[in-house]
């Protein structure tokens, strides 16, 4: 059961982490093969590692092609459509913070289900999460994001934890996803709207840098 509704929002986290790329390719102005490459690895690019850190033979996507062929769909009809979105950033960012909750979420609950203790669930959500954008801004010549100021692999990071934290005491599947999705969401909006970011180090006045 928590398999099936896990796989359900990891499909619209799918296609929604491959609109988030193929708008990237957009603001490159590439060609649709370039949407397509940057909506797929966007897409698939967090599963991807989760899986193979786990150790899940095939890769999801490898298992079911249908994966990667949602994601070069929709890359391929944003193609057609971005030109809609007038202000492709802004839409990129709040999309991605869709995403990033949603993949906080499903990649945790894919490895409770593949028998993960709680540390390494909440470490897979973080990934699942989070690599895809970082592999979609290194392709795109983008400053991946999570070098920017902003709160975003914290946001990953409490969302999952939420989300494994009260499966692991016994809540309901539906209140936990809520919950964790709900949490991730909320801070990643946070740190977008009001420029919210963790305390950066500062080097002591007199030190010399190497």
Known sequence: MLQN???ALDWFGLCVFSVTG?????RKQMDIVGFALLGSVTGIGGGTIRDVLLGIQPIFWIKQPAYLLTCVI????????AHILQYRYRYLLWLDAIGLALFAVTGAGNALAHGAGSTISVAMGVATATFGGIIRDIL??????????EI???????GATVFVGLMEVGASQDIAVALGFISALALRFAGLHWGLTLPRYQPK????QD
Do not use: D, K, M, N
């Open 5 to 7: 509704f896990i796989t």
């Open 22 to 26: 193929a708008l990237v390719a957009s």
């Open 74 to 81: 929709v890359a391929c009809a944003t193609f057609l459509f």
């Open 140 to 149: 795109g010549g983008e400053s991946p994001i999570i070098l920017r100021q």
């Open 152 to 158: 975003y692999i914290t946001a990953a990071l409490i």
């Open 205 to 208: 006045a007199g030190v010399q």
